[in-house]
Nanobody, 123 residues
Framework: QVQLVESGGGLVQAGGSLRLSCAAS??????MGWFRQAPGKDREFVAS?????????YYADSVKGRFTISGNNAKNTVYLQMNSLSHEDTAVYFC?????????????????WGQGTQVTVSS
């Protein structure tokens, strides 16, 4: 049975940092990503890492330069280091995993999801 478990969310002041972690079990994946969903908004792509293509990373423009995705393919673990957080980053953050080695910037491409972890940035 596949499980993705996120941790590391919480409350932080604007300008601060948080690090999210996601551990997957049950099988291995080619791509793991992070998405977020703010109240009243659609789920949006944040970042992804493709271990099948030399650990290539992709970022949404809104987080580029502030967030860093990394991970350990052998341990099926992915991290999201978030720096210079602003109120607009407040959302539930979801870890997702994809078996296929292409794509990965759209939520519909992912079959496996974690339960989500709340990130709240106070202004």
């Amino acid at each position: 049975q596949v499980q993705l478990v996120e941790s590391g969310g919480g409350l932080v002041q604007a300008g601060g940092s948080l690090r999210l972690s996601c551990a997957a079990s049950g099988r291995t994946f080619s791509i793991m990503g992070w998405f977020r969903q703010a109240p009243g908004k659609d789920r949006e792509f944040v970042a992804s890492i493709n271990w099948s293509v030399g650990s290539t990373t992709y970022y949404a423009d809104s987080v580029k330069g502030r967030f860093t995705i990394s991970g350990n393919n052998a341990k099926n673990t992915v991290y999201l280091q978030m720096n210079s957080l602003s109120h607009e980053d407040t959302a539930v953050y979801f870890c997702a995993a994809r078996i296929s080695s292409w794509g990965g910037r759209n939520s519909y491409e992912y079959s496996y999801w974690g339960q989500g972890t709340q990130v709240t940035v106070s202004s």
